[in-house]
């Protein structure tokens, strides 16, 4: 598939790079469908591509003491391999696709090469590195503070902002999972959303009905990193 101009590319990242950024890493993107579970990144094993998402969106978990978590979402704003751009080659978390969708992948060599002959192309994805690392503090405080309503709440607007759909295909089980809680907590919580108008879910659908108001139950979990990313890329 051809490469996209940056001006034509629905990530964030490469959309704003200038034409001489984006020259860099064209020849070497290849655009690839990335279906529902595919890996991108493994935990402690060396990472050979970084996905520029362009739709779907993909989960970044950790495990620890045999239990996983959610830490943060990557969807069309953003790209997966930080670790890379950090001058690591490797993860203590799992990367994987949660939404089926695209995206261009460049081989990790290949990307490292470029950040060495530009510095505002390094720069581009060391704001995304700092949008991203605002998120998971975000994930943290909700994990700690927010109750479980609140959390999915917030998890249902992140995931909201990477599609174009208002309906998101999930599962009770996947939610505990991602969110750390016990699948009948989620169940409660999201029986919760239902009666207050907010969503409407069946059979491992999730349709939003109401996303102002799921804003304001997220009781604040959700906006500032958001903010913080409107800010860096406009």
């Not at 503070?145 to 959390?151: G, T």
């Not at 169940?187 to 799921?214: E, M, S, Y």
């Not at 304001?216 to 913080?228: D, K, L, M, Q």
């Amino acid at each position: 598939m051809p490469t996209k101009s940056p001006l034509e590319s629905s990530n964030r990242i490469l959309a704003r790079l200038s034409p001489s950024d984006f020259a860099l890493v064209a020849p070497h993107l290849k655009q690839v469908k990335l279906p529902l579970r595919k890996q991108l990144e493994t935990r402690k094993r060396p990472i050979d591509y970084v996905y520029f998402m362009e739709s779907g969106f993909a989960s970044v978990v950790a495990n620890g003491s045999g239990r996983t978590i959610e830490v943060g979402l990557i969807g069309r704003e953003g790209m997966t391999g930080l670790a890379v751009i950090m001058g690591a080659d490797r993860t203590i978390s799992d990367t994987f696709i949660q939404n089926a969708g695209t995206g261009s992948r460049i081989t990790t060599a290949q990307l490292r090469q470029a950040l060495e002959k530009s510095r505002t192309l390094q720069g581009a994805c060391l704001l995304y590195a700092h949008a991203f690392m605002t998120q998971m503090t975000y994930t943290a405080i909700s994990n700690g503070r927010s109750k479980i309503e609140e959390r999915l709440a917030r998890w249902i607007l992140m995931a909201h902002d990477r599609l174009e759909t208002d309906e998101l295909v999930l599962t009770h089980e996947f939610l505990s999972m991602m969110l750390g809680v016990r699948r009948a907590g989620v169940t409660v919580a999201l029986h919760l959303l239902v009666r207050a108008g907010l969503i409407q879910a069946q059979r491992g659908i999730i349709t939003i009905t109401d996303r102002k108001g799921l804003e304001e139950i997220s009781n604040g979990a959700y906006g500032v990193p958001e903010a913080e990313f409107r800010r860096l890329f406009g």
